[in-house]
Each structure stands twice: as structure tokens, then as C-alpha cells.
């Protein structure tokens, strides 16, 4: 074998342990990127996290799919042929070490051994017999070399552990070409030669045109099935890069029914899928259930649960304008667009049941030593102060403005509870990173929210506000019947309510406070504002009894729980101004229908993988457990006896046995003739 | 030389050597299994039982090897045998029975556990203040009581979650605190059989250090956050891959941890602090060497494991999830550190430092992941 001192050279690079050492090294510090680095997210949310100057050249980088990019394949392989190099580089001396006993091995170099011996022998014959007797004894199959001056005799025990060596790297190599299958190497093979682009946007499935759609007969892909429930598909879903690629399955799948359980406190238990399969070959149907850890095969692809989602639930929704007027009943479905007053509504979630804990936390005032014993007994115990109550269904979508711009909402079907009033929570915000700011509209006795709305349109018509200051003037002065007000009076107090009404209607108590601020002395402030509190819900009385009798309502009594709820209402009036929407939708109706998200995976590499694991993990046990031990016995006819051990690893194992064998060898080989032959066997 | 370890023994030799006791303890092995299989075959599934019936085999063989291990493994049977019998199939017992409240239930045998680790710290440290060899024996008594008591804890904890209701029901391996009160238990049993195997308590002050870390962390988790309640099973995990993939990867860790405390008491050694408290370097290094190994090995396993745990539960055995990656950057690291090893020249502080790295790596994969990266995936989506 003659090579060119470069390849030689070349080589002996590859094949070394510290070339090893520093791709491990150099592999595990680049593995860390991906931890850090959110991987395979929309181009978008890089765009936005890193703006336009970093973009690109992450992009080039690789650094949104570091696991895919070429410099780090690059490493794997470097890797691959590294250890394939070395398993090449060691088949010879390996296998010849593992055969060979090295019984023509020269005394100088015994002596040169770190464990090495010397004793004097009782008798040379019998010296042969024991120290047979003792490698047998101690499992070790040795080979004899009779020399000039006595008897070599070579042992060893435990050389097929070398195997581990080749079964160890043999199965890294393995393991790497198997994940190569199933990596989306071959994706990007058919995309640059078989021409097949990714499609951006969001359109029909039949729209998608035949370069964004593989072929069936892909060997290797990972994509994800969405069915809702009582519809069918036999199409996975292929995220790739910024866009989708449409795969096409064997067979349709048609989902029956998707099941959700759930723990008492709400928590998931089972994710399950009752799935009628039908091959498009022989036309043949299966009835399965797919769950979370219960996979299943078909034609070479495998089926997982993977997700779920909503599958178009119907919608019946009442949208109470804003602006005042008339609330409208209107239809939708979950993933629908719709327009609505100049915008768009999207209805992106629908969750039939809310569980969530609503518990107070403990107080603070716990001694240190009751602390310390809630955290005794069993740990089944509820230390967290839990209550679990559903706030049931509960409805989630989006206003978009004909500038693009969108906020969220998310309102809830059913009144809550809150200080023993209740609410229906309306919650919005201005992006995702946000949480949801919520305004609490009170729901009347019959625990509709139709008095609200319609007391906050009165309250919040200009035309109204003359009227309203009026009647407020009146009944004030009617329950300070004693003072007998003046016409004077009662045009200052109308005067007052006006102001009051109209400085209200401008933002809530947002403009209110802010007038407060700049003509009231600091000291007057509270008792000022506490002031105009008082108008305001007793303008917010009149406005509820104008309303009632625009309706032809009887009027009402002012009971406390009256005057709970017309303070409430001007809270919630005043939040009203942060709510940013031309309606509110109330939730009156729903039909759930549920979306079960299926992964279709075809991964050829998969039985390579396990068989490569399988030989790493034999090959690991056998290396580090299988100890290599070599002894030599050179018994000399001049009376002495040379012994050596040596081990194929640095181990105090090694001291302990070289002491071991060397006090029982010197034992039996140092016995008279007599003695030792009555002990051999 | 001085024989610096001991010796294993061979089969046949140790089943001469085996007494009463041990057999009588494999005799309530196979009664134990044997009555789980009667009376409990419904609710386990064919690798369950395999599993159970095997644990029979191993846990003998262990214990008739180790002697410690076996009257530890006796004692923490009983004691949650004698708390299964106090519990009468009703959690509230947990507050008025003594028994159960100050010492049988699963919180307070953690709580004793705590207790006795720190103890035992102290102990082995005062061995080495003092110079006195009784304060060291007490160390390895109160470790191993620590050990009985965590394990205690587990098995009734395991029982308390089938009592709360039969659905909640699993073995305590599913969150980061009942895996850092096996972390313990196990971490204390790695060092403990090296003390035997070695004949040395003075690797104790420096291994225990890292044991109390843990148990540090575990009563802060659970007195800030309330991390001991038990918690249902989301579907994900709902999977017997984990009832063996954490204890494989525990073993791992545990090892590594024992490893990176060797590579301290050799770092301190080699600057001559507490030298005369320290075994020889060489010991350090097979020592060092015997955990990563084992630890290694064990790893290899666990990664393994997980990966079939993937394939079934995410339908991918590899998907660069920062917690997979994590795991694969360790295994690469100890990867290399076996690798240096076996290159000439590249011995001992080199090694010594890189053990005590692979631990931080390792306390990172093992925690950091969930606490810092946990936002940017979330595991088992469902
Ligand atoms: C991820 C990659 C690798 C892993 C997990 C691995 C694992 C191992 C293990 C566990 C040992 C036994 C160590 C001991 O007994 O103390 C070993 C030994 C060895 N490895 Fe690797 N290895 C890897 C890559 C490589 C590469 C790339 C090379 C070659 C350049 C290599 C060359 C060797 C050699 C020569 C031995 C010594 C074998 C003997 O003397 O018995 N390894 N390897």
C-alpha cells in the first residue's frame, strides 16, 4: 500500500484521536446555536427580531435552520469520515491483536512491561503443569511457544471486547447515514433538481399549483394532516423554509370524531382520533384510533397524533355596535373572514370550556413553622389554594382595519362572578405579546347585557345630554326637599350635570381626571372627584330609566344592588373608550366542531437508526467493560520464571490483578515437585 | 502497592458466600413481584410485567453483591409498606395518623432525606476537620439513610398519586421534582458503592457537597414554588419509554456529578489543599474514570431511550429540541473526555478540569434547558 505523502498525511489527520477530539468538541459547541436561536420560525419573526441588516445574513448563515445547514452537515460528515477512517485504519491491527497471542514475544520486551515479575520455580516440569493449571483456572486460553531456554507461555482474556471498538463507531456511521435519510436532504434534492418550489399565502388547497405538490412515491417526508371532524383528507402538509409543499398520502384518511378528556382540573388526559382509513389502491377501509403515543402504520407511513385544532365551529353571534343603534345578529365559523362595519373579522378560536383557577393566594402572615408543615404529610395536598371552576365557552377573533392593522378579542359566553355582581368579560389587545386588557360589562337582572348597551348609548348621545341634566337637576332637588331650591338652583345643578355629562362622554373618567388635574387644587382633588362620581350615577339612574321607558318598562326602585349596578355600568362605560372596536360580539350560540392534526412520517432511515443504536450501545458496554488482559509466563530452565501483564487501558483494576496473579503464580510455581503435584489436577 | 480496590467476586463464589438474609430478601423479591402480578395484572401492560419480572432477577443480584444495598433496598420496603398500611386507602390519614405526619408520608420521608444529607455532609466534613474516623462512619450511616428515606418517599409518593385517583396514578419520575429526589437517592448509591468498592469515605466531603446542592434546590423548588404537589400526566407522557428512560439518564447524571466531584478533590489535592483528606491521584483518576464511564454508558442508554420515547410520542426520534440537543452536547463532551483519556500525554488536570465543565454542561442540559430555553418550544405541544 503505497501512498502519496499528502493523502498519507491526510489520513493520519483524519484518523486521529485529537482530530476525534476536536470534532466531538467543535460538534457539541455548534449544536448550542440551535438551543438559542428559535429554529424553523416564520421569516417575519426573524425579521422583526434581528431588523433588516442581521436578516440576510443570519439567513445565509443558516441560523434559522441551523440542523439542516450546510456547515453544519458538513461537521457530521467530517465526523462520519473521520471515524470511518478510523475503523478502516484499525480492521487490521485490531483483528490481528484480537487473534493474536504475541507468544513469540522477546524477554527484553517483557521486561519493559510496567507489570512485570520475577521468581524463582520449585520445578521446571511441574512450573508448566501449574501455570497451565492456573490460566485455566483463572479463564484466560493461552498458546505455547517452547524456546531455547524454556517455555513461553501467552495468555489473554477478554480481546473479542475490541469488537466493541468496531461496533461502537461502526454504529455512529450508521446512525448518521440513517438520519441523512430521513433529514430533509432529500427534500432539497427534489427541490433543486425535481424544480419543486415551496407556495406562499394562504390559499384553497386545489388552487396550489403541481410544483408545490411531491409525489407519492416519496420515500422520505414528515408533514402534517388536518381533518376536521366528519371530513376527510389525504394530503400532508410540508412546512418548508417561509412556505408549504403539499405531499399526497396513499391512502384518505376521514376523521369520525376527535376526543379530548380531561383530569378533574382540567388538565389533558387523552388526545384520540377515531380515523376510517381508506387505501386508494385496493379501495380497502380501516377503522383505528390514532393517540398520543399510540402511532399508527400503514403503507410504510406512520401516523401520529400530533395536535389539534378547531375544525370551523359554528358561530351565532349578537354584534352590539359601538356607536349606538340597534344590535344585529349575525353567523360565522371558526376560520372564517368576514367583512363587518368597514373591517374584516376573522374568527381564529373557540374553546367550549374554560377551567382555571381562581383561587386567592394565601395570605403572607403564615409562620415560618406552619409554612414548613404544609410542606409535610402527603403530596397530595393542595398547598397552592387551588379552585377550579369552568368559565365556559369562550371565543376568540380578530378586527382588522382596512389599513391592515388588527386587534384581538376574546370573549367569554357566560357571565363570571365578581364580588358577587356579575360580568361579561370582554377582553382585547394590540398584539400577541400582550396580555388580554379586559372590560367587565355588568350583566342586569336578568342577566342580559341589553340594559348596558342601552344605557351607554343614551349616556354617550349628545342629543341625550340635555334631557339627562335636566332630569338629574329634578331629582335632586325633589330628595333635598328642605333646601326648596330655587329656579336658580336648579339651573346651576342642570348646569353642573351638563358639564359633568359632556366632559364624561369625551374619554370616561380618563378627560374627568385630567380636568381635575388642572383646575382643582391639590388639596380639593378626592372630595371633587368623589363629587362628580355622585352626578355621574345618578345621571347614569336617569339614563337607565329613560331607556326603560323608551322600552315601555316600568320604572325601578334604587336598591343597593340598583346602585351596585349603575356604578358598574359607568365603570364599564368608561373602559368602553379603551376598547378599540366598532362592535362588541356576544357569543349567544355555538356547534363545536373539532380539527384533529395527524402527522404522516415516512422515514426510511428509522430501522437504520435503531440498529446503529443498538451496535453503539453493545459496542459502548463491550469497550468499557470487556477488559483486554494479557498475561505471560516465561518459565526458564535455569529456575526462574519471568511474569508480565498488560491490559489495553489504564485501570487500578489492572494493579490489583497484576498483585493478585503474581502472588498466586509465585506461589505455585515456587512449590517443590512433590507438593505441586499432588495439587495439580 | 496497597490493593486500592476490591475485588468483584465471581458468580459461583458468591453464591456460596450467600446467607439467610439473602435469601430470605429474594424470597420477598419474588413474593413481592408475585403478588403485584396476581393482584394488579390488569392494570399493567406486557412490558410492564416484563419489566416487573426481571426487577426480580436484577434487584437480587445487586443485592446479594452488595450487602448495604440490600438492607437499604429492606428498610425503605418496609417503611413504605408500614406507611402503606398506616394510609388505610385515605390521604387524610397523612394528617392525623404521627407516623404518617412526622415521618412515613411521602413529603416528610423527603424532608428526612433533606435532613440527613445535610447531616451527612456535615458529618464527613467534620471527619476531615477533626481527623476523626468515627464522624466519616457516621457520614456513610447518614447517607445511607438518606438514601432509604428518598427512596421511602418515592415509593409512597407513588402510592399517594394512585390514592388522589386511580387515573392521576404514576410512578414519581414525571417532573423535575421527583426526579431530583431520585438525582439524590441515586447520586448518594453511585458514591456509596465507590466508598465500597474503593475503601475509602474521604471522596465523602467532596461528593456530598454536590448532593446537598441538589437537596438546596429541591427545598427551595418546593418551598417557593410548591413543586411537590403531585400533577396528572399530560399525554406525552403518558408512555412506559419514560418509566425507564429517566431513571437510565438519572444514573448518568448522578455519575457525572460524582465524577466532577473527584475531579475536585483531585484539583485541591494536586495544589496540596487537604491533601493528607485525600486518596492517592491515581485513585482520583480511576475513580473519575469508573463514573464517567458508567455514567456514559448509562447515557448512551438513556439518549437512546428517549429517542424511541420521540419517535412514538412526536412521531420523529430526533427533532433538535433544545432539551435533545442539550443531551447530545453532553454525550458529546464525555464523548471526548473518554476519548482524551486514551490519548497519551492528556492526563490529569486537563481531565480534571473537563469533568468539572461536563458537570456545569451537564446541570445546564438537566436544568437550564427547562428554566431558560423552555420558552422557545414547547415540549410535547399538546
Ligand atoms: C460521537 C463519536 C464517538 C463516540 C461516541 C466514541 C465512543 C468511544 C468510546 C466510548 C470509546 C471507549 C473509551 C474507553 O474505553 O475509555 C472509544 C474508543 C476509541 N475511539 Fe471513539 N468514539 C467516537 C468517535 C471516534 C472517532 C471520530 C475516532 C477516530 C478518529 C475514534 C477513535 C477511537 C479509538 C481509536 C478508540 C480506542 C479503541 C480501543 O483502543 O479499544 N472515536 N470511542
Known amino acids: 500500500m503505497k501512498k502519496t505523502s499528502v493523502s498519507r498525511a491526510l489520513f493520519e489527520l483524519l484518523s486521529s484521536m485529537r482530530f476525534a477530539i476536536s470534532l466531538l468538541t467543535l460538534l457539541a459547541i455548534a449544536s448550542i446555536i440551535g438551543t438559542v436561536l428559535k429554529q424553523n420560525d416564520a421569516y417575519n419573526a426573524y425579521l422583526n427580531q434581528f431588523g433588516p441588516f442581521w436578516f440576510p445574513i443570519f439567513e445565509k448563515l443558516g441560523l434559522y435552520a441551523v440542523y439542516n445547514a450546510g456547515w453544519f452537515l458538513t461537521i457530521l460528515a467530517f465526523l462520519v469520515v473521520s471515524t470511518s477512517v478510523c475503523i478502516v485504519r484499525q480492521i487490521h491491527p485490531m483483528t490481528k491483536e484480537m487473534r493474536a497471542f504475541k507468544e513469540h514475544a522477546r524477554e527484553t520486551s517483557l521486561r519493559l512491561f510496567k507489570h512485570h515479575a520475577e521468581f524463582e520455580i520449585g520445578d521446571y516440569a511441574s512450573a508448566e503443569q501449574s501455570t497451565r493449571a492456573y490460566l485455566q483456572q483463572i479463564g484466560f486460553s493461552s498458546r505455547e511457544n517452547p524456546r531455547e531456554d524454556g517455555l513461553l507461555i501467552a495468555a489473554k482474556r477478554g480481546a473479542w471486547g475490541r469488537w466493541g471498538y468496531f461496533l461502537a463507531h461502526g454504529g455512529l456511521v450508521v446512525i448518521c447515514l440513517g438520519g441523512l435519510l430521513d433529514g430533509n436532504l432529500p427534500l432539497k434534492l427534489q427541490m433543486a433538481l425535481g424544480g419543486k418550489k415551496p407556495t406562499q399565502g394562504n390559499q384553497l388547497i386545489a388552487d396550489i399549483p403541481a410544483a408545490s405538490r411531491l409525489s407519492e412515491d416519496n420515500w422520505s417526508y414528515r408533514g402534517n394532516v388536518f381533518i376536521p371532524e366528519g371530513r376527510s383528507s389525504d394530503t400532508a402538509i410540508l412546512n418548508v423554509a417561509d412556505g408549504i409543499l403539499l405531499q399526497p398520502l396513499p391512502f384518505t384518511i376521514s376523521l369520525q370524531k376527535f376526543h379530548i378528556d380531561h383530569y378533574e382540573t382540567g388538565q389533558p388526559k387523552r388526545f384520540a382520533s377515531d380515523i376510517i382509513l381508506t387505501d386508494k389502491k385496493t379501495g380497502q377501509s380501516l377503522t383505528r384510533t390514532i393517540e398520543v403515543n399510540k402511532p399508527f402504520e400503514y403503507a410504510g407511513v406512520t401516523l401520529y397524533q400530533a395536535s389539534f385544532d378547531d375544525g370551523g365551529s359554528k358561530l351565532s353571534l349578537r354584534a352590539w355596535p359601538l356607536a349606538g343603534g340597534a344590535p344585529e345578529d349575525i353567523e360565522g365559523a371558526i376560520g372564517e373572514q368576514r367583512p363587518l362595519k368597514g373591517y374584516t373579522v376573522e374568527y381564529t378560536a373557540f374553546r367550549p370550556f374554560n377551567v382555571e383557577n381562581i383561587a386567592e393566594p394565601p395570605a403572607d402572615s403564615q409562620s415560618a413553622l406552619t409554612q414548613f408543615e404544609a410542606h409535610l404529610g402527603s403530596a397530595a395536598k393542595r398547598t397552592e389554594h387551588k379552585d377550579f371552576r369552568n368559565l365556559g365557552p369562550s371565543l376568540t377573533y380578530k378586527l382588522r382595519d382596512s389599513a391592515g392593522q388588527a386587534r384581538e378579542f376574546l370573549n367569554y359566553m357566560l357571565p363570571m362572578e365578581q364580588d358577587g355582581r356579575w360580568f361579561l368579560m370582554a377582553g382585547m389587545r394590540e398584539s400577541q405579546a400582550e396580555g388580554f386588557r379586559f372590560m367587565r360589562i355588568p350583566v342586569d337582572d336578568a342577566g342580559r347585557v341589553d340594559s348596558f348597551f342601552a344605557i351607554r348609548t343614551i349616556l354617550l348621545d349628545p342629543k341625550q345630554h340635555e334631557r339627562l341634566a335636566q332630569r338629574f337637576a329634578k331629582a335632586v332637588a325633589q330628595v333635598d326637599q328642605a333646601a326648596n331650591p330655587s329656579a336658580d338652583m336648579q339651573a346651576k345643578l342642570k348646569e353642573t350635570g351638563l358639564r359633568t355629562l359632556q366632559l364624561f362622554s369625551l374619554r370616561g373618567f380618563e378627560s374627568l381626571g385630567a380636568f381635575i388635574d388642572k383646575s382643582i387644587p391639590e388639596k380639593e382633588r378626592e372630595q371633587v372627584a368623589g363629587n362628580f362620581i355622585q352626578i355621574l350615577k345618578s345621571i347614569v339612574w336617569q339614563a337607565w330609566m329613560v331607556a326603560r321607558e323608551e322600552q315601555k318598562l316600568p320604572a325601578l326602585e334604587p336598591t343597593p344592588q340598583h346602585n351596585a349596578f349603575i356604578g358598574d355600568v359607568l365603570n364599564s362605560v368608561s373602559d368602553s373608550f379603551h376598547y378599540a372596536a366598532p362592535v362588541y360580539l356576544q357569543l349567544s350560540q355555538f356547534e363545536e366542531i373539532q380539527a384533529s392534526v395527524l402527522q404522516a412520517t415516512r422515514s426510511p432511515g428509522k430501522k437504520w437508526v435503531y440498529l446503529g443504536s443498538l451496535l453503539l450501545v453493545l459496542g459502548v458496554f463491550a469497550m468499557l467493560y470487556v477488559r483486554e488482559r494479557r498475561i505471560f509466563v516465561l518459565i526458564k530452565r535455569d529456575g526462574k520464571a519471568l511474569f508480565a501483564l498488560s491490559s489495553n487501558r489504564v485501570s487500578l483494576d489492572v494493579e490489583r490483578e497484576f498483585a493478585q496473579h503474581r502472588d498466586a503464580l509465585r506461589q505455585a510455581l515456587n512449590t517443590p515437585a512433590a507438593d505441586s503435584m499432588k495439587t495439580a489436577p | ?382
Open chain 2, 1 to 382: 502497592m496497597t490493593e486500592l480496590t476490591r475485588a468483584p467476586t465471581a458468580p459461583a463464589e458468591l453464591l456460596r458466600r450467600l446467607g439467610l438474609i439473602d435469601w430470605l430478601y429474594a424470597l420477598a423479591l419474588v413474593a413481592g413481584a408475585g403478588y403485584a402480578l396476581m393482584h394488579f395484572c390488569g392494570f399493567m401492560d406486557a412490558y410492564e410485567k416484563s419489566f416487573l419480572v426481571l426487577a426480580v432477577p436484577l434487584f437480587s443480584w445487586l443485592g446479594w453483591r452488595w450487602s448495604g444495598l440490600r438492607n437499604m433496598l429492606i428498610a425503605a420496603a418496609i417503611a413504605a409498606f408500614a406507611s402503606i398500611t398506616l394510609y388505610a386507602q385515605d390521604l387524610g390519614r397523612a394528617e392525623k395518623v404521627f407516623l404518617l405526619k412526622y415521618f412515613l408520608s411521602s413529603q416528610t420521608a423527603i424532608m428526612w432525606m433533606s435532613a440527613l444529607v445535610f447531616f451527612a455532609t456535615g458529618a464527613y466534613w467534620l471527619g476531615v476537620v477533626a481527623r476523626a474516623q468515627f464522624a466519616s462512619r457516621l457520614g456513610s450511616a447518614l447517607t445511607w439513610s438518606a438514601a432509604g428515606a428518598g427512596l421511602t418517599g418515592l415509593l409512597v409518593r407513588w402510592y399517594e398519586s394512585y390514592l388522589i385517583s386511580p387515573d392521576v396514578g404514576h410512578i414519581p419520575v414525571a417532573n423535575l421534582y421527583e426526579v431530583f429526589v431520585l438525582f439524590t437517592v441515586l447520586t448518594a448509591l453511585i458514591y456509596l458503592s465507590y466508598e465500597r468498592r474503593y475503601a475509602t469515605r474521604q471522596l465523602g466531603p467532596f461528593v456530598l457537597l454536590v448532593i446537598s446542592a441538589a437537596v438546596g434546590f429541591l427545598l427551595w423548588y418546593s418551598f417557593t414554588r410548591n413543586a411537590q404537589d403531585i400533577q396528572p400526566l399530560i399525554p406525552a407522557l403518558q408512555s412506559y419509554w419514560m418509566k425507564i428512560h429517566v431513571p437510565a439518564n438519572f444514573i448518568g447524571y448522578g455519575a457525572f456529578a460524582v465524577a466532577a466531584m473527584v475531579a475536585v478533590a483531585w484539583l485541591c489535592a494536586e495544589r496540596g489543599i487537604l491533601k493528607a483528606h485525600i486518596p492517592p491521584l491515581e485513585v482520583l483518576d480511576d475513580v473519575m474514570y469508573r463514573a464517567i464511564g458508567i455514567g456514559f454508558a448509562f447515557f448512551t442508554v438513556a439518549t437512546i431511550l428517549g429517542a424511541l420515547w420521540a419517535a412514538e410520542a412526536w412521531g420523529t426520534y430526533w427533532q433538535w429540541d433544545p432539551k435533545e440537543t442539550w443531551a447530545l452536547i453532553v454525550w458529546l463532551n464525555y464523548a471526548a473526555w473518554l476519548h482524551m483519556r486514551l490519548t497519551k500525554g492528556l492526563r490529569g488536570a486537563v481531565l480534571a478540569w473537563w469533568a468539572l465543565i461536563g458537570l456545569v454542561v451537564t446541570s445546564f442540559a438537566f436544568l437550564g434547558v427547562n428554566m431558560v430555553l423552555s420558552g422557545l418550544h414547547s415540549y410535547g405541544s399538546l
